[in-house]
């Protein structure tokens, strides 16, 4: 799954990356970005030759909700199930978008501690998840904008972590995935796979933890402090 992640690039080098027009919104770098909160979406609508830049609420409202509170369970969707579920089916077909990202996190259990541990792809390189977008109007008349990232089976790296990664799309897919028409569903889901190029794991603080906490310092590499010696024989 893909439940917290990282986006510590500015606005404008999101711009010149994903080849989106600039616009009068801006915002700070992030380091704990988490479920229901206005994250930065990359997308296409119809009759919209050019790529538009939007910040979305992170969980999934679908367009027939009655709850918004579905929105907790639906931050993420499996990529095998995509064209089934409910929730997915319809934005699978014509609202796919680009969630960018510079690194996400899971956590390793180590005995009593759950160990938070930060991913990047190469370097700590801008990549994009593989997300959908939906539209829902509250009772109000409010229309509210949310998204979801997609997850697949991990790679060798995320398998000691988890059973499922986020879906991690290569630049040369990006046109494909974004057009808003309906299309070859084959092509796009095959786009759904585990990464296979350079990644690299680190330990990070247990700071992570608290949703609160949204700074460099959040994803910094740590040294994990070894078992007491005692402790090797038990």
């Not at 992640?5 to 801006?26: C, G, H, M, N, T």
């Not at 206005?38 to 538009?52: E, G, L, Y």
């Not at 350079?198 to 460099?216: G, K």
Request: overall charge positive.
């Amino acid at each position: 799954m893909c439940g917290r992640y990282r986006l510590s690039r500015r606005k404008q080098i999101l711009e010149e990356r994903f080849d989106v027009p600039p616009d009068a919104d801006d915002w700070s770098p992030r380091y704990n970005i988490a479920p229901t909160q206005p994250v930065p979406v990359i997308r296409k609508k119809p009759n919209q030759a050019v790529r538009q830049l939007s910040r979305l609420r992170w969980g999934l409202i679908p367009s027939w909700a009655t709850d918004p509170a579905i929105g907790y369970k639906t931050i993420n969707a499996r990529s095998e199930t995509v064209t089934t579920t409910a929730s997915f089916r319809d934005p699978f077909r014509s609202q796919r978008c680009l969630i960018p990202a510079d690194g996400f996190y899971e956590w390793q259990k180590n005995g009593k501690i759950k160990q938070p541990y930060c991913f990047e792809v190469a370097g700590g390189e801008l990549f994009a998840f593989a997300g959908l977008w939906d539209q829902w109007t509250d009772p109000q008349g409010k229309v509210v904008e949310t998204c979801t990232i997609l997850t697949t089976t991990p790679n060798s790296l995320l398998a000691g972590f988890h059973d499922r990664m986020p879906v991690i799309l290569r630049p040369g897919d990006y046109d494909r995935w974004l057009s808003p028409k309906p299309g070859d569903t084959d092509t796009v889901m095959r786009m759904l796979v585990p990464y296979t190029e350079s990644m690299r794991s680190y330990p990070v603080s247990m700071r992570l933890n608290q949703v609160q906490n949204d700074d460099e310092d959040c994803a910094k590499p740590i040294e994990l402090e070894a078992p007491p010696q005692g402790r090797l024989f038990a």
